[in-house]
C-alpha cells in the first residue's frame, strides 16, 4: 500500500431490497430484488459522469473507473474518495487541491482531461462502459509476465469456488460478479476480492480500484466474470496486469483479438467441466489425463 494512501469516506448500500409480487397461482410472495443507484462522480468538483450501481463497493468503483480510464495515473495523485447516498455522488478530491488548491487538470491539465473525455466511446458493456480512444494505443507497452502458467487443476478449483461461493446472484438475480483470484502458493484458486454489480464494467473497476489503493500486483491472479468477454473486458484484464481471464459466458471478436495481440489466456463457457479456451494456449497446463496430443 502507498504511503500516501487516500483518506476513504465509504458507506455501502443494501445490495438486495424485498418487494412483492405475485406468483402462477396467484400468490403474493415477499421477494428479492437487486439495488440500483444513481452515482454521480466528482473529481475536484469537475461533474464526470453518472454510473448506476449496486452500491456495494462505491469508492473502489470509483477508483477503478478513474484507473481504468487512465484519468489519473497513480494513487498517489489522491486525497481523498467521499461517498454521499444522500446526493447520490461520490467525491474525489486530487492532493493537488487539497494541498495546493490547485484542481488536477487546471491550465494545462484542463486541455488534456477535455480531450479524453471527449474521445469516449460507449462500448458494448452494459451499464456505463466506456473506452478511451488512446487506451488502444496503450495496449502495446502493456507487458504481462512472460512465465505465469495456468493448470487445469486450479482452473477447475476457480469454478467450483465461484460456484459455491454465497452471492447476491443466487438470491435476487439481476446482477454481474466478478472474482479476483490467487494463481500462487497455498493460496492458489482462493478468492481474493468478490464484486457483484448491476454492470459487469462496474464490477471489474470496483476490483481495480481495490487493487489499485492496496497495491495487489496483477501478475499472479486470475479474474473471472460472470459477463461475456468484449474488447473493454480484455482491456482492463491487461491495465490490471493480470494475464489470465476467464467466463462462463462466451466472448466478441474484437474482444478475442485484443486478447491475442496482449498474450493474455482467455477461457470461455466455464461450466461445471466444461471449458473452451480461446487465447494464450501456451500459459495453459492440461491435466496429464487430458494433455494435448
Given at each position: 500500500?502507498?504511503?500516501?494512501?487516500?483518506?476513504?469516506?465509504?458507506?455501502?448500500?443494501?445490495?438486495?431490497?424485498?418487494?412483492?409480487?405475485?406468483?402462477?397461482?396467484?400468490?403474493?410472495?415477499?421477494?428479492?430484488?437487486?439495488?440500483?443507484?444513481?452515482?454521480?462522480?466528482?473529481?475536484?468538483?469537475?461533474?464526470?459522469?453518472?454510473?448506476?450501481?449496486?452500491?456495494?463497493?462505491?469508492?473502489?468503483?470509483?477508483?477503478?473507473?478513474?484507473?481504468?480510464?487512465?484519468?489519473?495515473?497513480?494513487?498517489?495523485?489522491?486525497?481523498?474518495?467521499?461517498?454521499?447516498?444522500e446526493t447520490?455522488?461520490?467525491?474525489?478530491?486530487?492532493?493537488?487541491?487539497?494541498?495546493?488548491?490547485?484542481?488536477?487538470?487546471?491550465?494545462?491539465?484542463?486541455?488534456?482531461?477535455?480531450?479524453?473525455?471527449?474521445?469516449?466511446?460507449?462500448?458494448?458493456?452494459?451499464?456505463?462502459?466506456?473506452?478511451?480512444?488512446?487506451?488502444?494505443?496503450?495496449?502495446?507497452?502493456?507487458?504481462?509476465?512472460?512465465?505465469?502458467?495456468?493448470?487445469?487443476?486450479?482452473?477447475?478449483?476457480?469454478?467450483?469456488?465461484?460456484?459455491?461461493?454465497?452471492?447476491?446472484?443466487?438470491?435476487?438475480?439481476?446482477?454481474?460478479?466478478?472474482?479476483?483470484?490467487?494463481?500462487?502458493?497455498?493460496?492458489?484458486?482462493?478468492?481474493?476480492?468478490?464484486?457483484?454489480?448491476?454492470?459487469?464494467?462496474?464490477?471489474?473497476?470496483?476490483?481495480?480500484?481495490?487493487?489499485?489503493?492496496?497495491?495487489?500486483?496483477?501478475?499472479?491472479?486470475?479474474?473471472?466474470?460472470?459477463?461475456?468477454?468484449?474488447?473493454?473486458?480484455?482491456i482492463k484484464?491487461?491495465?490490471?496486469?493480470?494475464?489470465?481471464?476467464?467466463?462462463?459466458?462466451?466472448?466478441?471478436?474484437?474482444?478475442?483479438?485484443?486478447?491475442r495481440r496482449?498474450?493474455?489466456?482467455?477461457?470461455?463457457?466455464?461450466?461445471?467441466?466444461?471449458?473452451?479456451?480461446?487465447?494464450?494456449?501456451?500459459?495453459?497446463?492440461?491435466?496429464?489425463?487430458?494433455?494435448?496430443?
Amino acid at each position: 500500500m502507498s504511503s500516501k494512501t487516500p483518506i476513504l469516506v465509504d458507506e455501502a448500500r443494501p445490495s438486495t431490497f424485498e418487494v412483492d409480487a405475485i406468483n402462477e397461482r396467484g400468490e403474493t410472495v415477499a421477494t428479492p430484488i437487486a439495488g440500483e443507484h444513481a452515482l454521480t462522480l466528482y473529481l475536484d468538483k469537475r461533474e464526470l459522469l453518472t454510473l448506476m450501481t449496486l452500491g456495494a463497493a462505491p469508492a473502489h468503483l470509483a477508483l477503478g473507473y478513474l484507473r481504468n480510464q487512465r484519468i489519473l495515473r497513480s494513487i498517489d495523485d489522491i486525497a481523498s474518495v467521499q461517498v454521499d447516498w444522500e446526493t447520490g455522488s461520490v467525491a474525489v478530491t486530487s492532493r493537488s487541491l487539497a494541498e495546493h488548491g490547485t484542481a488536477i487538470w487546471d491550465a494545462a491539465g484542463r486541455e488534456a482531461l477535455d480531450e479524453r473525455l471527449e474521445r469516449r466511446t460507449v462500448t458494448t458493456g452494459c451499464g456505463q462502459g466506456t473506452v478511451f480512444g488512446d487506451l488502444m494505443d496503450e495496449l502495446d507497452r502493456i507487458v504481462l509476465p512472460g512465465g505465469a502458467r495456468l493448470t487445469e487443476e486450479t482452473l477447475y478449483e476457480v469454478m467450483d469456488r465461484v460456484r459455491r461461493h454465497e452471492s447476491i446472484y443466487k438470491v435476487a438475480g439481476a446482477v454481474h460478479g466478478c472474482a479476483l483470484c490467487s494463481n500462487a502458493g497455498p493460496e492458489r484458486g482462493d478468492i481474493l476480492r468478490f464484486v457483484e454489480d448491476v454492470g459487469r464494467h462496474n464490477a471489474v473497476d470496483a476490483i481495480a480500484g481495490w487493487m489499485w489503493l492496496e497495491g495487489v500486483d496483477g501478475g499472479d491472479k486470475i479474474f473471472y466474470t460472470t459477463g461475456r468477454l468484449t474488447s473493454e473486458m480484455v482491456i482492463k484484464c491487461a491495465q490490471m496486469g493480470i494475464p489470465f481471464l476467464l467466463s462462463r459466458s462466451g466472448l466478441t471478436q474484437m474482444g478475442w483479438d485484443i486478447a491475442r495481440r496482449v498474450g493474455i489466456t482467455m477461457i470461455g463457457r466455464c461450466q461445471g467441466k466444461h471449458y473452451l479456451l480461446f487465447t494464450g494456449r501456451e500459459r495453459f497446463v492440461r491435466l496429464p489425463t487430458t494433455a494435448f496430443a
